[in-house]
């Protein structure tokens, strides 16, 4: 089982990113899907839950609004669209599936002037 990100970018403040996050060895839409993110310095954090059902389960407060989290069944990935982007959203973002316990090697995004 492996996951793979992508996507990652330098983006002005204000600016979009949409992230890929490619499932293998196991259907990602039979389980929670989520993805982290990394600030330098900082404790790992929650950014995004998607359920089974589609429905997500939870969004940081901090990106509420602003990121949604999906899932394409065919292509096996979860995406997290990313806009009005700010420069405390500067981190390296992973995602994760907690029923296996793997983590992908991490996609850097970057927001700069």
Same mark, same amino acid.
């Given at each position: 089982? !492996?996951?793979?990100?992508?996507?990652?970018?330098?983006? !002005?403040?204000? @600016?979009?990113?949409?992230?890929?996050?490619?499932?293998? @060895?196991?259907?990602?839409? =039979?389980?929670?899907?989520?993805?982290?993110? !990394?600030?330098? @310095?900082?404790?790992?954090?929650?950014?995004?839950?998607?359920?089974?059902?589609?429905?997500?389960?939870?969004?940081?407060?901090?990106?509420? @609004?602003?990121?949604?989290?999906?899932?394409?069944? +065919?292509? =096996?990935?979860?995406?997290?669209?990313? =806009?009005?982007?700010? +420069?405390?959203?500067?981190?390296?973002?992973?995602?994760?599936?907690?029923?296996?316990?793997?983590?992908? !090697?991490?996609?850097?995004?970057?927001?700069?002037?």
């Amino acid at each position: 089982v !492996q996951l793979v990100e992508s996507g990652g970018d330098l983006v !002005q403040p204000g @600016g979009s990113l949409k992230l890929s996050c490619a499932a293998s @060895g196991f259907s990602a839409s =039979n389980y929670i899907m989520s993805w982290y993110r !990394q600030a330098p @310095g900082m404790e790992r954090e929650l950014v995004a839950d998607l359920h089974p059902s589609t429905v997500p389960i939870k969004y940081a407060g901090s990106v509420k @609004g602003r990121f949604t989290i999906s899932r394409d069944i +065919a292509k =096996n990935t979860v995406y997290l669209q990313m =806009n009005d982007l700010q +420069a405390e959203d500067t981190a390296v973002y992973y995602c994760y599936n907690r029923a296996f316990g793997i983590w992908g !090697q991490g996609t850097l995004v970057t927001v700069s002037p």
